[in-house]
């Protein structure tokens, strides 16, 4: 059974100086800068900047990585609520997340097939029949931007050729990381997850492990 001692040896910083996307609603890059900004604090810093209240170990740390993990995959702590992005030279990038809620969260490897700046988004036919309250609005799309449900960035996960409907994306909730909120996917803070987009190419793959409480979450 893996665990989260699997692929990081210690959480020690090492710092030393999406649902559905869809392109029918596309947004230009002018528009994407401009809620780039919106959703980016002033001064960020991506180690101690915390307007949202998050707790401190949720803010993105480098730590060091187990040997023999290739870099460039990620791998999904469910119990830690961590997410790491594993680098050349033996380190990692760890982002706090949320995942889904019970029942919801989907175990698994996936392949991150497709990458999406400010997506726009289509619940599925299972959230719209699950929750029709809160999802039959939207069952023609919600436009790209700040209140996006995919927020900022969004990586596709598939088994192969078939996508899952699983995203790790941003989330106009911030709050709701550390928790078990969404629906499926892996929710990232929208500035947190613009970073660690720009570090993640097409191809890799993404390991989201069991939530069952085998290891602990303090750390």
């Known amino acids: 059974m893996l665990t989260r001692r699997h692929f990081i040896r210690t959480s020690t910083a ?11 609603m596309a947004a230009t890059k002018s528009d994407w800068d401009r809620w780039d900004a919106q959703v980016t604090p002033a001064a960020f810093d991506i180690r101690t900047t915390n307007p949202w209240g998050l707790h401190d170990r949720f803010l993105p740390r480098r730590v060091e990585a187990n040997s023999g993990l290739i870099p460039g995959d990620i791998h999904v702590d469910a119990v830690a609520r961590y997410l790491y992005l594993i680098e050349e030279g033996g380190t990692a990038m ?4 949320a995942i889904g809620r019970d029942g919801l969260y989907e175990p698994g490897t996936y392949t ?8 726009s988004w289509t619940p599925t036919a299972a959230m719209i029949a699950r929750e029709p309250e809160v999802y039959e609005k939207y069952a023609d799309g919600m436009p790209p931007g700040p209140r996006n449900a995919l927020g900022s960035r969004a ?11 699983l995203r790790i994306h941003g989330t106009p909730y911030p709050r709701s990381i550390g928790t078990r909120a969404s629906s499926g996917c892996v929710r990232m803070v929208m500035a947190h997850v613009i970073d660690l987009y720009d570090r993640v190419n097409t191809g890799a793959t993404a390991h989201l492990y069991p939530a069952e409480n085998y290891v602990t979450a303090q750390s």
């Open 94 to 97: 760890r982002y706090g997340v």
């Open 155 to 165: 990586l596709y996960l598939y088994v192969g050729n078939r996508d899952t409907y």
């Open 112 to 119: 991150i097939n497709r990458k999406a700046k400010w997506p």
């Open 14 to 24: 090492l710092f030393s100086t999406t649902a559905v996307g869809l392109p029918a």
